[in-house]
């Protein structure tokens, strides 16, 4: 989703800006623009398509200037075009403004200041809001860009992370949140702004996340931070824990297949002081605090979207099963609007990669109101939902940068396996000899992963094969039906191809109608209580003519016979499977993506980060 990046100081702005927006490039976006004061002149850029247009488009124009604005957009409010496109600019000519989020009374704003005489050259709620500042701000005599963004703020509705500069004020880029992230890196005479720390960590490991409701008046030499009641906060400087590396591809073809392949080092890092396999315990002290109100709860909420809502619905079947606590999963979006049942001491997992997601950041702080406790399962550090959470579990998988989750879900689902099993325990609601071996066999995943990477290229084999579907079926039982949603999920953001997922035995009540020579089934069909009712679906299907991949357990004798294709995996507990189980359906949607000659990191029209509703 659209990206922000800001930079004031000693050293030119337009490189430190455009190699910001590269950076942002994985959060999805359909332009790009850059605002920049060269002394006292200010030269807007702005084109549609990748940043490497914006940078063409720039070539041999103007780009002198110690400040700069640059952002990506993600279409809201318009089409993508060059028009649409931000930065954008005041009538006056001299404030220019980015902006990440939506204002929701822009139509209202805009018909008043139409009705004063002011012309409007895009169809962006952004451009709106400009140009609502400029007029409290000329209208007001004596005061400020900074009194004038304050007052303006206070009247919009919607979320916004902005960054407005003044070609009158060249030594200052106002700032301001609400909903939508800001990071700001300092240095030694200048500072860095960002949507995320991506663009930031080269430059500096000093950061000042901005709360919601906050201004800040960013100055080469200094930070100022205040609420909308003009009250001074002080800065809450954190040092950023993120190697230069883990953002860069290091020698990969695509992110996706870097962050594929680091699965075992991201999952080793998060079982990491957390899994000991000396005296085989779990300690998981973000939520210790929690942990006798979730044992006494009637029940647990689980709050999420896409991949981390499949992540969910695997932790569902989990702590059901270890901790006898009912659990309810609910997409984020939909619990947000449907006015539910949330009571004082309920308990809510929020389940978050990015933790920006504005769905899941509403549907909490709603509840939060209401008493519940959150906990988050958060992979960026930092982040609103990791901030806005009473307790929580980071899952450690470093930066995400391929659009399509990989690393991040099975970091999800370790964190959520090392509660289930330390609360059962706990609870007696699983013996600690089946407590033993689960940990044993999760501190294995590592070693196990590493084992179906090594079987990547026939994998790319299979994927090449069926690259051609039109349809997929994924198919699976009890742990591995979440997991064959997220396979049908991998397989259309990263190929374009329709897929869906599907419980086996469902099957038989409607989709089996699709079943022909042409459409293709994965099974997943590893060893576990359902195995041989799966190997029944599957022979339905290769009885109708249809195509059949199977994921299969090592020794495998049945489905291997029955299925056109198969790929092996090492057998574990039907508990720890989806964690293996995953890994071959995310190559198998890279590879099919790569044989497509799709851009696998930035799928059309995703974003990575979804901070709009
Ligand atoms: C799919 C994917 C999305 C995200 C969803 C939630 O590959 O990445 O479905 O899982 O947008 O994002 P987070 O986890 O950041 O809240």
Request: cysteine-free; overall charge negative; glycine content about 14%.
């Given at each position: 989703m659209c990206g922000i990046v800001g930079y004031i100081g000693y050293r030119d702005a337009y490189p430190i800006v455009l190699k910001g927006l590269k950076r942002l490039e994985y959060r999805g976006y359909d332009s790009a623009g850059i605002a920049l004061i060269d002394d006292t002149k200010l030269n807007v850029y702005k084109k549609q398509g990748k940043v490497a247009a914006l940078e063409e488009f720039c070539?041999?124009?103007?780009?002198?200037?110690?400040i700069g604005i640059g952002h990506t957009r993600w279409a809201?409010?318009?089409?993508?075009?060059d028009r649409n496109a931000h930065p954008h600019l005041s009538n006056s000519g001299k404030l220019a403004i980015i902006h990440n989020g939506i204002i929701e009374n822009y139509a209202k704003l805009k018909q008043d200041l139409v009705s004063k005489g002011y012309v409007f050259h895009?169809?962006?709620d952004t451009e709106v809001l400009i140009n609502f500042i400029e007029d409290i701000y000329t209208n007001n005599?004596?005061?400020t860009l900074e009194e004038a963004l304050r007052i303006a703020l206070k009247r919009v509705v919607g979320a916004y992370c902005i960054l407005i500069v003044h070609e009158d004020e060249p030594e200052v880029i106002y700032a301001a949140r609400k909903g939508s992230p800001l990071v700001i890196g300092i240095g030694k005479g200048e500072h860095f702004l960002a949507s995320d720390a991506t663009p930031i960590i080269e430059y500096t490991r000093e950061v000042v996340y901005v709360n919601d409701y906050e201004i800040a008046i960013v100055k080469p030499d200094e930070l100022i931070l205040k609420n909308l009641g003009n009250e001074r906060q002080t800065p809450y400087i954190t040092k950023l824990d993120m190697q230069l590396g883990a953002i860069?591809?290091?020698?990969?073809?695509?992110f996706m297949l870097k962050e594929i392949f680091e699965q075992p080092a991201t999952i080793f890092d998060c079982l990491?002081?957390?899994?000991?396999?000396?005296?085989?315990s779990i300690t998981l002290s973000g939520i210790a605090a929690y942990e006798q109100q979730i044992l006494a709860a009637n029940r647990i909420i689980i709050l999420a979207c896409g991949t981390s809502w499949h992540a969910g619905l695997v932790a569902e079947y989990i702590i059901e099963e270890t901790c006898r606590i009912p659990v309810e999963v609910e997409y984020a979006s939909e619990f947000r609007y449907r006015n539910p049942i949330v009571k004082n001491g309920d308990i809510i997992i929020a389940i978050s990669q990015?933790?920006?997601?504005a769905d899941t950041i509403v549907a909490i702080d709603q509840a939060k109101k209401n008493g519940a406790i959150i906990l988050g399962v958060v992979?960026?550090?930092?982040?609103s939902i990791a901030r806005i959470s009473d307790a929580g579990v980071y899952t450690?998988?470093?930066?995400?940068?391929?659009?399509?989750?990989t690393k991040a879900f099975t970091g999800q689902l370790a964190v959520l396996v090392l509660a289930a099993l330390k609360l059962g325990v706990d609870n007696k609601t699983i013996t600690q000899e089946r407590f033993s071996y689960l940990c044993y066999e999760l501190a294995a995943v590592p070693d196990k992963i590493k084992k179906i990477l090594e079987d990547a290229p026939a994998i790319k084999k299979i994927a090449e094969k069926y690259a051609n579907c039109q349809d997929v079926l994924f198919l699976g039982r009890g742990y591995n039906f979440p997991i064959a949603l997220e396979g049908a999920l991998k397989l259309k953001e990263i190929s374009y191809i329709h897929a869906e997922g599907y419980?086996?035995?469902?099957?038989?009540?409607?989709?089996?109608?699709?079943?022909?020579?042409?459409l293709l089934s994965v099974f997943i069909?590893?060893?576990?209580?359902y195995y041989e009712k799966v190997i029944s679906n599957m022979q339905e299907i290769k009885a109708r003519k249809g195509m059949v991949l199977a994921i299969v357990s090592e020794g495998d004798k049945y489905s291997s016979n029955i299925a056109d294709d198969v790929i092996i995996v090492p057998e574990t507990d039907e508990l720890i499977a989806p964690l293996l189980n995953v890994v071959p359906l995310q190559l198998l949607a890279y590879y099919i993506g790569v044989e497509k000659g799709y851009d696998v990191d930035k799928p059309r029209n995703l974003a990575k980060s979804v901070t709009v509703e």
């Open positions: 070539y041999g124009k103007d780009v002198k200037g110690h809201t409010h318009g089409e993508p075009n895009s169809d962006t005599a004596g005061s860069e591809k290091e020698g990969y073809a695509h990491r002081g957390r899994l000991d396999m000396k005296d085989v990015s933790g920006e997601t992979n960026a550090v930092g982040s450690h998988s470093g930066p995400e940068i391929g659009v399509a989750s419980p086996a035995a469902e099957m038989k009540h409607g989709p089996i109608a699709l079943v022909d020579e042409k069909a590893t060893k576990d209580p």
